[in-house]
Structures are given as C-alpha cells and as structure tokens.
C-alpha cells in the first residue's frame, strides 16, 4: 500500500478507535477458543500418552489381559522357555493419597533390571536416588520412589512414610527418595507416579503372582523378532493378548476422541459467529468510507490499490487481534485443560498426569485462523469497495438497493446449503466429521436467509408497531432501509444465539435423558462400592462383605456388580459387568428384546447377555434374533447370544452385561465392585445406610451411599462432565456479545448526522433514544426468533445425529420453555447493551456538531 | 401553541446576543453584543461573508446553538434559558429550519421526511400525511411522495426540506444558505418558493445568505460584520 | 581373581542409570562412583577372615551370607581341524542386604545376578562378548547348592552328573559345553583364604578348577563347530571393601603342555608400583600346590595394543619369569581385540604360552586401563 493510503487507513482506525477495538476483541476471542481447546485437547493427548507411558517410552508392544491382571508366569516363561529378553513386567494400579487431597496417582511396581533395557540411550530416572535407596528399594517391602514435584506438593520428604488409599485398604508406604529428570517430559510423566520396586507393588496392590502388563520391545524390521513375536502371540493364553503400543494408544484415544471433536466444533462455531463480526465491521467501514473511496477512484486511486487498501487493513487488525487471542488462548487454556482432563477422568480413564502443553501448532492454527476467517470476511467488502464508482459512491440507496435485490437471491442460496447440509446428514450414515460439516452448512445456510427474513419481518413489526406511533413504525423501517448492515448483525447474532439454544437443549436432553435413566437402572437401595475417585482402578469391595451386610435384619437381599473395563481385539474397549440379578429388571428399557423383560433373565443364566445401545452401534450389531458375540473368557473362545439392546448412558465405551454364575464360571475373578442391597422397609434406607456405616466402618474408604445419594452423585459428575460445554457455550456467547455490540454501535455512531437532523426538526433526545433502543431490541427479537427454529434444528442434530454418531446412544429430546426464553434474552440484553454508548453519546453531542459532520 | 396576535408583532428579539468560538487557542467573537427584533410576516435577508456568523445566528435562534450571553425571544419565550428537552419542542413547533444541505432523513421517502416533525408530535398520521401532501404539492412534489431522497435532485430535495420546515406551523422560518448547494436557475426557484409560502402564511423568515438576489424580495436586508448586524 | 571386579561389574548395574551408558564409559567416572561407594556398607555380612574348611561339592554353590560371588569359566578350544576358539562365561552374585526377608511376593529379592560371555574366534579374527543381569528371583535367576546350578535367563551352569555343562548364548553365538575337572580343587592363598589387602577381612575365599576337560558344541552364525579342549575355573566368594590406592589389576590363568598350571595376579597401585598383596600359585602335574608371593614373580610388558573403540591402551604381550622355579614365559594374545564392551568394560582374552622349554595356553584379564586421548 502507498503511504497516502496507509495512511488514510491509519487515521481511519484513530478516528473510529472504538469499534476496531471492538473488532480486534472479536477476532481475539475467536481465536483465543481455537487456541484454547487445541491446547486443551493436545494437553489431554498427552496426559493420556504421560499417565500411560511412564517408563517404557521406548517399548513397542504391550502383553495384556483383556479385563485384568494375568499369570507371572507368563512372563517367567517368556524369559526362560522362550529367550525373549527386552521384556519388563509391571505391576501397577490406581491409588488415592489423601496428603495430595485424594488425588489420583498410580502405584507402579517394575523389575529395574528388567526395565533397563529401555534405558541405554535415555537419562534413567533413577539417576537421582542413590545407590543406599536403590538398594533399599529392591530389597525392602513397603519402599517407594516418588518425584521431588510430587514430594514437595505433598509435602513429603524422603524418608517419610505416606498414607495411600487403595481399595478398602491403607497402605503405608515409605517414600526413600526423590527422583528427578532432566528430561521435561519424564519429570511431567513422573508427576502422577509412585514408582516401587515389582515386588512391593505385588504385595501392596494385593497382587502377588500376578502381572499387569508387560512392556517388550520388538524391532519390526528384524525378521527374528518378528518370528518371536508370532511365538508369543501363539504361546500367549486366551485372555491375555500382545498388542502394538501405538494401536493400543490408538483405541483409547478414540474413546476420547468424539469428545474431543465436539469441542473442536463448538471453538470453530466461535470462529464462525467471528467471521460475521468480522465481515460487518468491514463492511461497515467500507461503507463508511464510501465517499472518501469514491474520491480517491476520481483522482486516480486503481481498483486494486482500494483492495488492496481494506484488505490490508482488515489484516493487519486481524493480526493484532490474533496475537491478542493467541495469548487469551494460551491463559484460557489453561484453564480449560483442567475441565477437559476432570471430564475424561470421569468418563473415559483416570490420567494420573494433567499435562498442560502449548505446542506451536496450537499457536499457529489458531492464528493462521485468526487471519483466515478476516481475510474471508474482508473479501467481499474490499471487493464491493472496489468496484465504488466516483458517481455513486454517495448514494447510500443505490449500495441497499442492490442490497435488497440480492436478499432473494440469497436466501435461495441459504436454502441451497441448509439442503446440502440434511441431505449430508442422510447421507454420511456414520461419519462424525461429515455431520459436524452439516451443521456448519445448516448455520450458513441459515444465515444467509436470515436478510430476506429480517426484511419481511420488520415490514410485520412497521405493521403491528404503526399504533405505537411514528418511532413505533419508523424503527422497523430503518432496519429494513439498511438491510445491508442490519441484517448481518441479526445473521451473526442467530447463528450465535441458535448455537447457545441447541447446546442447552441437547445439555438440557441429555441430562433429563441421564435422570430418567438413574431412575430405572438404580433399582436397589442401598449401594456399596469403593470411595475411589477414578474409574480405573481395579480395587473391588472386600468379598466378606456381603456375609456382614447379609447379616443385618434390615437387608433383604444383596446384590452384586462386577465391573470391568474389557479390551478385546473383536469389540475394543468396552465394560462388562456381571450382575447377580438385573437390578433393572422391570424398569430395563429395551431398543430391541427378543422376549419379555422377565423371561431374559432367565436366558442370561444359561448363555444370553444384554448389550448396551453404545456397544450395539460402536460394533454395529443390529437388533435381531439370534446375533451372537464372541469373546475370549479366562477358559478359551466363547458365543454369547445376545438377549437384548438396552438403553444405558453410563458407559460410552459400551457396556455388556452377563450373569454373575455365567461370569465366574467363564472367567477366573472372584473380586466384587459394588454391592446393591434391598432393604425389607424402604423407609428405612437412610437409618439402614447410617447403621451399615457404623457397622463397616473398619473398612477405610468404603462408600455406602442410599439410592437417592448415589443418584445424586450422579447427576453431579455428570454435571461436572459438561461443565466444559457449558464454559464454551458461555465463551460463544461472548463473542456473539461483542460481535452484536460492535456491529449494532458501530451501525448508530455512523447515524450521527441523521440524528443531528432528527434532533434539530425536532426530535427529543428522549424520542431518539426511544428509536435506537426500539431498533436494537428489534434487531434482537429478530435475532432470538430466528434462533428458535433454527436452534431447534440444530438440536435435533446434535440429540440425534451428533451424540448418536459421537457417543452411540440417543437421547430424549428434551425442551424447556427456559432455553427459549434465556435465547432470546441473550439476544436482546445484547442488542439492548449495543445501544447504550449511542444513546449516551446522541444526548450528549450537540446538534449543532452533529449537523456540521460531513 | 397557538398564535395570539397574528399582526406586527414583535416575533423575535435578540438582547445583547453574545457568541464566541475558540479558534487555535483564541477567542474569536462571532457575535458581539447583537441586539435585533423581528417582526411577524417580516422577512429578513442576511448577508455576510463566509464565516462572517450567519449560521451561528441562525442556530442561536432555533436553539441549536446556545448564547454566551445576552437573550433569545421567540414570541414571549426566552429561549436560552430552556431545558435541551424543551429548546427541541420550540425547534419542533415554532421553527421550520431549511438548510443549505438539506439534510433530510435519508432512510426516510418524501413524504415521511415531511411529516416527521408532525409525528414527533404525537400527531395523527393520517392528518399529517393530509397535510403533508398538501405542502408538497405547494411545493411542487405531489408526484412523489414515496421517492426517498438520495434520487431527488438538489432542488427537489430542498423543497421536500421547505416542506418539511412548514409542516407544524411554525413561527419562524430559518434558511440557512437555502441555495448555497443549487445553480443559479434553481436556486432562483427554491427562492421565489421560500418567499411565497412564507408570504401566503405571514411567517417570519430569516434567510442567510451571500446572494445578493434576495435584496430584491426581502422586507429587511442586514449584513453581519464584527458579529453585529447592520442595516443595508 | 580380583575382588574389584565385582564391585567394577555391579556398579555400572546401578550407574547405567546413573549415566547414559551410550557415552563412552571411561574408568575415570567409575572409579569415581566405586571411590563414593568404597565405604559401601558391609555390616551384616559374614567376612573372610580366617581359613575355613571348604566342602566338596557343596562350596560351589551359592554363599549368600557374603556380600559378592562368583563362578569364572574361561577356556581354550579348537575343533578337529585345529581351528582355535576361546570362551569366557561368568556368573556374578551381589547381595543388595545381608537380611533374608520373609515376603509375600516371588519377585522379592536382596540378591542380584550377572553375567559375561565372550567367544573369541581365533581363525576369523572376530570376539563376540555380551552380558545378562536380572533379580534373583521368580526364577529368573538364582543360584543353588543341591544339585549345583547358577542361571541367568537361558544362561546356566548346572551339574550333570559328574560333569559340569555350560551353556549360554546371545544373537549368532552360542555354547553348550560338558566339563569334567582332571585335578582336584586347588585352594588359592592361604588354605583358600585369599588375601588381598593389608586390612583383615579384606579377603576372599578362593578356589580354582585349573585343569577341566572340555567338549562340546560352538554355534556360530548357524554353523556348529565341535571342539574340545581345557577350561579353568575360578570360584570366589567375600564380603569387602576396596584399598584406595588400587588402580587395576592383571590376571593370568596358564595350563601349560606339560601338565603345570600356573594362576598369577598383579594388583597395580596408583601411580605405578605394584601392590605387595599381589599373588599367585603354582600347580604341580599331580595337583600339589605351591603358592606364590609378589616377590616371587615378575611380569614384563612387552608390546600393547591400542583398542579402536574406547582408545584405552592395554599390554599385549608379556615376559613372566618366576625364577625360583626356572620358569621364563611369553605370554601373546591370540587375537589383540578381546576387549568387552560392556557395561563394564575389561580385557579378557584367550593367549597362547612359549619360553624355554614350555608350552601352553592361558586367559588372561586387564582392568583398571584408561583410555587416551
């Protein structure tokens, strides 16, 4: 750009400061939710790959059961009989230390001789404990490593003994040193960790003679190692599997993986309702500027110096704004990785690492679409500005005429993609992505048949208002007069608003669908599980429980649930969980069945089981008789004839219910997660569960909770879970917020003169506040009434085709008189606000000023 | 508000009428202790140069602007002593105001411009458009009532603002430059048209201006020189 | 043999975690951990402090009441073609805590094995070393009296019958080996009690197989060679600190044609010198024993060799004379790469034996070299 243009441009920005600053906070935000939730959403990633991968980052394979723990001597075998030597056994389990405030870590117990095959070219992290502690910590029971990060916020020092919670137990350990890394990743991944020697993590976790994994380093290259693998693979006993490290991070991380998408989605509907913003203010200052465009083509400026002239401007506050939103992203992420790493801990695994990483990716993408969205929504301005002929760049009329001649054409044009967008839904049968696509496509298409819309429905309100009087009737008429600004503001503020709408009914769905649920599926009174915080951790009730409770008068019969997260190569990661009677059995509310809810039972003793809707549409099974699932017991192959598809929302890795007898004849596990009592006087739940406490109260860390409390708790996690939706829903309507506040200000400050003229025929200020107020509170009853239908629509996708698609179940659609009123609250308290500072400012210039301006 | 004594009575009175602006750091004196009465069906030329203070005169009488000093009557009204709310209702009722540039209400057609000031009233819109449409077809714009401004000429929109300035019956009828912005064949038009309605209803106008043709239509021709009026 | 060696082996155990092994290991840094650990906690164990009776053949199974232990096979084979092999295979024992405790779990353990094997293939030019370590424990590794056996993973020693077989093997390489022993165990030093500073305790019992009949299988790459030939067996238990000033040490292990064998060793001081402690014996055809004090013996160098790995310069070929008994040897390495890049890394390798009169073959092992720049 010349400088004469700069600096045109330069003082363009000086003048109007406020709504560029306004248009820089826009931007900024839109690109500070991209920011924030890639880096949320990598942070995860590598908590994830942190909590899992804590010392063997070098192996390659994983020997794993597919519910639980498996036979040391598997590994001694593999060692001895087979000469396989970059093999490390590890025993390990979630536990809880009340000196960290409950927090979740993870006791690891490995053979360091073992383990030093993966540590020829890496800093150990052993380097930091001495020879004394190394020895101690082979050779004494009860000893721990712990890392100097974790020592210190716990306050712990070496030498100290420390209380951990594991299962009803409490175990305590002796912390002999502190270890430390060089390496960041290591030292972050050492974080979560309570490292002991393999032994004591045998007799601390109850697990003696048993293995949790063991880590094998195999070079794929190498066809003798390949040949060792096959040995393995074919050596290996049912249950147990070998499993390559990064396909196994792979299943996990695709659990998580919806979720993830979702957030993704709702930043870049943020970005979107940006773009809007964005193309307003550009426009708008096009418009603004049409008389100084008009003169710069009459004494010569070139169409392309004019574009050029606002689509540098555009970028370069588009620039400013995304460095600003690249650091808001950087301080909101960090805030938002501690909601999304709760979230997956309460629904996917426990991470015992909360990772908080900014790559440069995360930095550049949300900048790069910071830039994007300005230079697609500067295109068309700058292209109308340059097509600004000398003669008709004054006429405001000429600019809205052509405006509304277009209106049709785009709403046709909206019809068009809102078209695309369901034929996109019906189309892509599975696909999470092509549906997210869709609902960008149904917003646009929306959008842009909001113009068309807005002008029908201000000559409505002329109509109805006309009694009102001329401001009555006037307003409407100046919205629809200036269509070509107006109607954006209404589009972003529709797209935005119908965002917020559809979020909280598909919130609003979901929570009812969960509450109803819990209702049916929490039949029993009392329930007896293990206070752990995670939902990974293997610990189960003690089985001598049952004995006890069964002894009390008040208990009528005791139920029991076994829970287990099962990996198995057919179905991938899913909960099985056995059940001595289905604690739902009258209430169960089946997809499909192949008899009646009381007959299923009794084929589940024999060689049926239950699937849950998730399970049934991860694995694609569809409903019908005779549909069988095969899985892999403790004593070889076996097929399940499944009874039924059940709706379940507690589980969004799919859940497989089978009988308590058929399970432990199947499988070799004896352990119980929770308990389900039935109490002869259902009066009396509450008294029996503070009786019961009493009497169990030996056992640390048991939680005995009534119906009701358990329900309660529930709906709390599941709250929590959303929490993150309902940060982001909020952080949409921020910047719906401001891109309404900018647009509509902006659209009264250029009105400065008209007021000018309105106050000197006479025009009271009182009269001109009531016109801007009654303009902006129209533009955002527009607003909020076109985001009802299309906030609707854009549920239902979400209920039904997103949620579907992401988490394999359906929802009822839920919808509460609230949304609507809160959608279009928002959208007037937003409009409304936007007239504030005109308002003040119309009373406060004087006329006289104002007339002068031109 | 309705007129009382219809005949040669004193309409506007300037006391002592002092304005000044700050100009790079001085005070420069537009108007000077100005002292001045006009009388109803009078109409009054003023000529000065550009800047000599012409429509800081005018805006101190239709309250656009406020005096440092000195006093406004319209009627037996002292306006400067008003509130913004009610200045906005004498603008509203007892001055019709025609500016150089028109200044109509762009997003407004003809007809609205016109009965704005009626409306704001609280008029019935029904007789303002009654009487709207007869103003505009006295000024030659009955044809076009629903042309919004931008695709008027210059003349034409002036008369639409002439139009406008005669809706609620005002007292007075101040121009500022009203053919400032116009050739000459037109600006003689616009001028003749000013000078017949303001004639036909007996209103007081004050027309600013640097033409000289107006001398030949005013009752009373003023200069404005050192921010003082003189005769002639 | 030498007592440090088994504190130089045991410790890069720990200090591979202590530094990143992939830089070069030089002696410098491990002496320093070995100088920070001389004080290395002894209480507890049982020390060598006096004669014992030694018992047949349960002495060559395990003494866990003692800190280290080990089991040092090496030997010089050669097919029917004459082509020449040597072999090396040690086992290492090292108690991490005097205390046996009683626990639950059969991972747990106070006691950790090692383990060395070198095959060096004479007509090829090329040596094959490789090492093993493990807890022993949950069978992994372990050694023990009745019927005698040490192990490491697929590595073992194990009685059979009255012999004895070797077995180990690691990537292209391996050995299956049957020992008979010809002579009786030879009791090193004072009646087994070998001294090896001037501080009591500072000892360690010691016994040799120095004649053992060897057959067995060589695999290489696929190909078996059969072979026969003579190994030698040094069995050394203790429970000890380190003397400071001992900068390394050289060992030799000769069975000469004639029937004799002959075990010297010289403890190299800082600063040069060698230290008095340093010792040998001599065993006659019929097994009679005949010990050796420093005076008695002198070792020359006479050429070295400078390793293209770790740029350490080691002796490679020697004039020992051991005048009281008329004996003057040339000691020549049969191949001058026999070095063991391991964790700990050592000179030990197979060497042939000439001088007036004699013949014979032999191990020889050099610590404490090095590098130069």
């Known amino acids: 750009m010349n400088y004469p243009l700069l600096h045109l441009t330069t003082g363009y920005i000086r003048k109007h400061l406020l709504q560029n600053i306004l248009l820089i906070l826009g931007i900024a935000f839109g690109v500070a939710l991209i920011v924030s939730v890639d880096i949320a959403n990598q942070s995860a990633s590598r908590s994830f790959v942190l909590s899992k991968e804590i010392l063997s980052s070098k192996s390659t394979h994983h020997i794993l059961g597919s519910y639980s723990d498996f036979d040391e001597r598997i590994y001694q075998n593999l060692r001895l009989k087979f000469g396989v030597r970059n093999l490390v056994p590890i025993v390990e389990d979630y536990v809880n230390v009340p000196v960290l405030g409950g927090r979740t870590v993870k006791l690891l117990g490995t053979d360091f001789f073992a383990d030093l095959i993966f540590y020829d070219n890496r800093q150990s992290p052993l380097s930091s404990i001495s020879e004394h502690a190394l020895t101690e910590l082979i050779a004494m029971p009860g000893t721990a490593l712990i890392s100097a990060q974790l020592a210190q916020s716990a306050g712990i020092d070496a030498g100290d003994v420390v209380e951990v919670n594991y299962g009803s137990k409490t175990l305590n350990i002796k912390i002999i040193g502190l270890l430390n890394s060089k390496s960041d990743e290591l030292s972050k991944s050492l974080g979560g960790l309570i490292l002991t020697d393999i032994s004591t993590a045998q007799e601390l976790l109850d697990k003696v003679g048993f293995l949790s994994q063991i880590d094998l380093l195999i070079d794929g290259e190498n066809p003798q190692d390949i040949e060792k693998l096959n040995l393995i693979r074919d050596y290996l006993p049912s249950g147990v599997e070998i499993k390559e490290k990064s396909l196994l991070l792979g299943s996990a991380k695709s659990l998580t993986r919806s979720f993830e998408l979702n957030l993704l989605a709702l930043s870049l509907l943020a970005l979107f309702v940006g773009v809007f913003l964005i193309y307003n203010i550009v426009s708008f200052s096009v418009i603004q500027r049409r008389s100084i465009i008009g003169t710069l083509r009459s004494i010569g400026a070139t169409r392309k110096q004019i574009f050029k002239m606002i689509i540098s401007e555009a970028l370069a506050i588009g620039i400013v704004g995304s460095l600003i939103g690249v650091l808001g992203g950087v301080f909101l992420g960090r805030g938002l990785v501690g909601l999304v790493t709760r979230s997956i801990n309460d629904l996917y695994f426990t991470l015992t690492v909360t990772n908080f990483t900014v790559s440069p990716e995360s930095i550049i993408k949300g900048f790069l679409a910071g830039i994007f969205a300005v230079g697609i929504a500067a295109l068309v301005p700058a292209y109308e500005a340059s097509r600004f002929r000398p003669i008709n760049v004054l006429r405001r009329s000429t600019l809205e005429g052509l405006f509304a001649k277009s209106l049709k054409l785009l709403g046709f044009i909206g019809f068009l993609f809102i078209a695309l967008g369901y034929v996109l839904i019906i189309v892509s049968t599975k696909s999470l992505v092509l549906s997210l696509i869709s609902v960008f496509l149904i917003l646009l298409g929306a959008s842009l048949l909001v113009p068309i819309c807005t002008a029908l429905l201000m000559r409505l309100f002329s109509l109805v208002l006309s009694p009102l009087g001329l401001i009555g009737r006037i307003s409407p008429r100046n919205i629809i007069r200036s269509t070509s600004r107006t109607a954006v503001a209404v589009a972003s503020l529709t797209v935005a608003i119908s965002v917020i709408l559809s979020v909280s009914i598909m919130i609003g769905s979901f929570r009812s669908t969960v509450v109803n649920w819990l209702d049916s599926a929490l039949t029993a009174d009392i329930f007896i599980s293990m206070d752990s915080a995670n939902i990974s951790s293997q610990a189960g009730v003690p089985n001598e429980i049952i004995e006890q409770v069964t002894s009390y008068p008040q208990v009528e019969r005791v139920a029991t649930v076994r829970r287990i997260l099962y990996d198995s190569p057919e179905y991938g990661l899913f909960n099985l969980v056995a059940v001595t009677e289905d604690l739902a059995v009258e209430n169960r509310e089946f997809i499909w069945s192949e008899s009646q809810n009381n007959i299923i039972w009794d084929k589940m003793q024999s060689n049926s089981i239950l699937i849950s809707e998730s399970f049934a549409y991860k694995n694609a099974i569809e409903p019908g008789d005779g549909t069988v699932v095969t899985l892999q017991t403790d004593h070889g192959a076996k097929d399940f004839e499944v009874a039924g598809i059940y709706y379940d929302y507690g589980s969004q890795a799919g859940v497989l219910l089978i009988s308590d007898e058929l399970y432990r004849t199947l499988w070799d596990d004896d352990k119980i997660t929770s308990l389900g009592l039935y109490i002869s006087n259902t009066k009396n739940i509450e008294t029996t569960t503070e009786l019961l406490r009493s009497g169990l109260s030996n056992y640390s860390n048991l939680m005995i909770r009534s119906n009701d409390n358990l329900k309660r708790s529930a709906i709390k996690t599941f709250d929590r879970t959303f929490t993150v939706t309902s940060a982001l829903r909020l952080l949409i309507a921020i910047v719906a917020f401001i891109s309404v506040l900018s647009s509509l200000m902006a659209l009264q400050l250029e009105r400065e003169k008209e007021f000018g003229i309105l106050r000197a025929v006479g025009m009271t200020v009182g009269q001109l506040r009531k016109m801007l107020f009654l303009e902006n509170g129209l533009i955002g009853l527009a607003s909020g009434l076109f985001s009802i239908p299309v906030g609707l629509a854009l549920s239902f996708i979400l209920v039904y085709v997103i949620n579907l698609r992401s988490f394999g179940w359906t929802l009822n659609f839920t919808v509460e008189p609230q949304y609507f009123i809160e959608a279009v609250g928002i959208a007037l308290a937003a409009s409304i606000a936007a007239g504030l500072y005109p308002a003040y400012l119309v009373g406060k210039e004087d006329v006289g000023k104002l007339i002068r301006e031109e | 508000m309705s007129k009382q004594n219809p005949h040669n009575h004193t309409n506007i009175k300037l006391k002592s009428l002092c304005k000044h602006y700050l100009e790079a750091q001085s005070n420069v004196s537009i108007v000077n202790n100005l002292n001045a009465e006009f009388k109803q069906g009078e109409i009054v030329a003023l000529i000065g140069k550009s800047g000599s203070g012409k429509t800081t005169l005018l805006n101190l009488i239709s309250g656009i602007d406020r005096p440092d000093s000195g006093e406004v009557w319209i009627g037996e009204t002292l306006i400067n002593s008003l509130s913004e709310e009610e200045l906005t209702l004498i603008r509203r009722n007892r001055v019709g105001i025609v500016f150089q540039f028109f200044n109509l209400i762009p997003t407004l057609n003809v007809i609205e411009n016109v009965t704005l000031p009626r409306e704001l009233n609280g008029s019935n819109r029904v007789v303002a458009r009654g009487k709207a449409q007869g103003l505009l077809q006295r000024v030659g714009l009955g044809e076009r009532l629903n042309s919004y401004p931008d695709i008027l000429s210059g003349g034409e929109q002036q008369r639409v603002a002439i139009a406008r300035a005669l809706i609620n019956d005002p007292d007075v009828i101040l121009a500022d430059e009203p053919t400032g912005n116009l050739d000459d064949e037109t600006a003689n038009e616009i001028l003749e048209l000013l000078i017949a309605v303001a004639r036909e209803s007996d209103k007081t106008m004050i027309i600013a201006t640097h033409s000289s043709e107006i001398i030949n239509y005013a009752d009373k021709v003023y200069t404005i020189h050192n921010g003082n009026l003189n005769s002639g | ?373």
């Open chain 3, 1 to 373: 043999m030498c007592i440090r060696l088994i504190l130089f082996i045991l410790l890069p155990i720990f200090t591979m975690a202590i530094v990143s092994c992939n830089e070069n290991k030089n002696s410098q840094e491990t002496g320093n951990v070995v100088q920070s650990l001389s004080g290395n906690d002894t209480t507890g164990f049982a020390r060598a402090d006096a004669p014992r009776n030694f018992v047949f053949p349960d002495d060559f199974g395990p003494h866990p009441q003692f800190q280290t232990e080990w089991w040092y096979y090496t030997g010089n084979l050669s097919d029917e073609d004459g082509r020449e092999f040597g072999y090396q295979l040690t086992f290492f024992r090292r108690a991490l805590s005097p205390d046996k405790i009683e626990r639950e779990s059969k991972w747990a353990t106070s006691q950790i094995y090692f383990a060395h094997f070198a095959l060096t293939d004479v007509k090829e030019g090329e040596f094959y070393s490789s090492e093993r370590w493990s807890r022993g424990a949950a069978g992994l590794a372990g050694a023990q009296t009745k019927p005698f056996q040490v192990w490491i993973d697929s590595w073992s020693i194990k009685v059979d019958d009255k012999s004895f077989r070797l077995r180990a093997q690691d990537g292209p390489v391996s050995i299956d080996l049957l020992l008979n022993p010809l002579k009786a165990e030879v009791l090193q030093g004072d009646k087994g009690l070998s001294q090896k500073s001037k501080d009591p305790g500072n000892a360690s019992y010691y016994f040799s197989q120095t004649r053992i009949e060897s057959s067995g299988s060589i695999f290489m790459h696929g190909e078996e060679f059969e072979v026969s030939g003579l190994s030698w067996l040094d069995r050394e238990w203790s429970t000890s600190a380190l003397g400071e000033d001992q900068e390394g040490w050289d060992w030799f292990s000769i069975q000469l044609d004639d029937g004799q064998e002959i075990m010297l060793y010289q403890l190299r001081l800082n600063g040069g010198g060698i230290d008095p402690f340093s010792s040998g014996s001599l065993v006659g055809v019929k097994g009679d024993v005949t010990p050796l004090k420093a005076e008695d013996f002198k070792i020359e160098v006479l050429d070295t060799w400078k390793s293209p790995e770790t740029n350490t310069v080691y002796p490679s070929k020697w004039q020992i004379s051991i005048p009281k008994h008329d004996i003057k040897l040339i000691v020549t390495p049969l191949l001058n790469n026999q070095e063991l890049l391991l964790s700990f890394i050592y000179w030990e390798g197979a060497v042939k034996v000439s001088g007036s009169g004699f013949s014979g073959k032999g191990y020889v092992e050099l610590t404490g070299y090095k590098p130069q720049n």
